[in-house]
């Protein structure tokens, strides 16, 4: 399995931003898909998941503000960031997990994408 993340960029404090994690592989729809973060100097964390039957988790940090979803036919797990805050900026990283569940542990990943940066601007 094979992740491709994309969409990072520079935004301004308020913006919004979709990233997107595009899938190999030939069972994506029995996936668990999630997103981590990870700011300079300090750990990974979790932000969302979304499991193979569409049952999502999301960091408290997060909710109200991102919405994970996924498109099985198109092999991609997308994450919608708005009203985004400078303490969002973080490399952002998109993970696999085989099982289909949507854990917020990054230890039941098996698979993760390159990372996409995300910067917010004050």
């Known amino acids: 399995v094979q992740l491709q993340a994309s969409g990072g960029g520079l935004v301004q404090a308020g913006g919004s931003l979709r990233l997107s994690c595009a899938a190999s592989g030939r069972t994506f729809s029995s996936y668990g898909m999630g997103w981590f973060r990870q700011a300079p100097g300090k750990e990974r964390e979790f932000v969302a998941a979304?499991?193979?039957?569409?049952?999502?988790a999301y960091a408290d940090s997060v909710k109200g503000r991102f919405t994970i979803s996924r498109d099985d036919a198109k092999k991609t797990a997308y994450l919608q960031m708005n009203s985004l805050k400078p303490e969002d900026t973080a490399v952002y990283y998109c993970?696999?997990?085989?099982?289909?569940?949507?854990?917020?542990?990054?230890?039941?990943?098996?698979?993760w994408g390159q990372g996409t940066q995300v910067t917010v601007s004050s």
């Open positions: 993970a696999a997990d085989l099982t289909g569940r949507s854990s917020g542990s990054s230890d039941r990943y098996d698979y």
């Open positions: 979304i499991s193979w039957i569409r049952n999502t």
